[in-house]
Structures are given as C-alpha cells and as structure tokens.
C-alpha cells in the first residue's frame, strides 16, 4: 500500500510539474499500468491518485532526506503544506545577517512561522539574533530546539539566550569564552556539549558557580588548545558532578593532568575515551 501511494504522489508531480519519476521514488515502484492497443503496441495510462491523509503522511515522511522533493510537494497542494514544513525546516541556518533579515520578511508573524518545526538550530550571526531576542521576537519561535550551533557568541549574547530552548539536549559552542557555563547550565536536558576554540579569562572578571546543573550523560567534545586547564577547572565545578559517556579530547601536552583529572570525574560512565595529544602527536589511552 505505501508503495502504491509512493507511486500515485510520483505521478501527480510528474503530471503537474514534469518532476522526474528517480528524484521521487525508485524505480522499481511504477505508477502505471500498462494496456495492449491493437495499432501501435503498448501505450501508458495514469492510476488514479486518491489517498487518506495518514498515508499522504507517511509518504511525505519517506522524502524526509529529499530536499528538492519537498519543495515541489509544499506547492502540490495546501493540504500538503504542513507535512512538508515539518521536514523542510527541521534544520535551519543563519550564517548571515542577510538570512536573519530574510527570514523576518518572509515570516513576519513568529506565531505563524514554521519555526516550531526546526530541531537543529545554526547560528553563525549571534549578536544580531540576540537583538532580537524580546518577548515575542522571531528567535523565540524556535521553541522545539533539541540541538543548538552558536558561533562566535559574545557574553551579552549569552545572556539573552539562556534558557530560551528548554527542550535542548546538544550544544555546541564554537568561538567564545570560558564564562559559558551560567548559560550552558540554563538548559536542564542537557546532554552532549561541543567546546571549541575558547578564550581564556581570569575568575576575578565575575565567574560565578552556577546552582544547578544539567544532566550532561552524552559526549563531551573538547577542543579547546591553551584554556583546556581553564575550561576543564569550570567543568568539574559544576554541581551535581559530571556523567559524560563519551569524552573527545584535543589539548596540549601541558593540559594531560587536566584531562586526566575530568577523565577520573567521569569513570564511573564513560565508555570511550578517544584523545589526542599535542604536539606530541600520540593517542592518550585509556589511565
């Protein structure tokens, strides 16, 4: 049955549009039938295409990795509209002021925006998006967010976002500084946290211990050359303590006792431990 409905919805954008049949579905699932005519041989006859709405569904959930497909789909029909959304914006991206302002043009009313859909959130522009950050702003439709990508982010930007995706599990933070923790305890589901490139401050510059923490029991990503010691000091001063399955480690030659001293915090949970050392160039194992 979910065969023959691939069949009908390839045959309707095909019919509609001149889509080609490979882009939607294999080639072995034919959406026609095939009839003798005395004079010429073999001719093609179009099946019929009338589904109930669960099936359209699961159809549209098989394109889930076929971009282009659900593109064509969203235009079909209104009633196709939301289930196409719901894959076409499951991952967004703002690397530009430029897209944060087209965005804003194209869906100026949040409570209407297909951003509800969007479980992978990127963020290269963050001060701007933080402007924006009020009651009733456009980032805030966001509100299903379960992995968040926030590049060069400043400490005022931060701040605007600390709790604003309740729902977050994984959080990578790339470009920023070692006061991050205050915010990165702001999201209670917590579990995978990415730390790349982090610049070094002093603890006199208002660090403060955060009173709760996440439960942090997926990856731990350090990549964090000359502020491991820093970044991994912040780390274990964390309440609750640490639960991390799975540890990726880049740091220097100097930073080994830091690692060690996160890895021995850990040892009660993590299963993998795959770290490099530099510049040595060799693989630290298992202590």
């Given amino acids: 049955m979910l065969e023959l409905g691939i069949s009908c919805v390839a045959e309707l954008l095909q019919v509609k549009f001149g ?53 064509v789909c969203c235009v079909v029909s209104k009633s196709w509209v939301p289930r196409t959304r719901k894959h076409i914006f499951a991952r967004v991206e703002f690397d530009s002021n430029s897209r944060i302002d087209l965005w804003k043009k194209t869906f100026p009313d949040p409570s209407n925006s297909p951003a509800y859909h969007t479980r992978t959130l990127s963020v290269g522009c963050v001060q701007n998006a933080a402007v924006d950050a009020g009651t009733g702003s456009w980032i805030r439709a966001f509100r299903n967010v379960v992995d968040l990508r926030l590049s060069h982010p400043d400490r005022s930007s931060l701040v605007q976002f600390c709790g604003l995706w309740p729902t977050l599990r994984s959080l990578h933070l790339i470009y920023t500084y070692s006061k991050v923790f ?17 610049f070094s401050e002093s603890d006199a510059d208002g ?81």
């Fill in 182 to 198: 205050n915010f990165v305890c702001s999201f209670p589901l917590l579990e995978d946290l990415e730390l790349a490139v982090i």
């Fill in 19 to 71: 889509f080609r049949r490979s882009l939607i579905t294999d080639d072995r699932i034919t959406s026609y039938q095939r009839r003798e005519l005395p004079s010429n041989g073999f001719s093609w006859t179009a099946m019929p295409c009338t589904l109930p709405p669960e099936m359209l569904d699961i159809i549209i959930d098989h394109l889930h990795d076929e971009p282009t497909t659900l593109k």
């Fill in 207 to 287: 660090w403060n211990t955060p009173l709760t923490s996440p439960r942090l029991t997926g990856t731990l990503d350090l990549r964090t050359p000359r502020t491991t010691r820093s970044v991994v000091r912040r780390l274990l001063n964390l309440p609750g303590g640490l639960r991390f399955s799975r540890i990726n480690a880049f740091f220097l030659g100097e930073d080994t006792k830091s690692v060690v001293d996160l890895v021995s915090r850990c040892s009660d949970t993590w299963k993998l431990f795959p770290s490099f050392v530099a510049p040595q160039v060799r693989f630290f194992q298992h202590l």
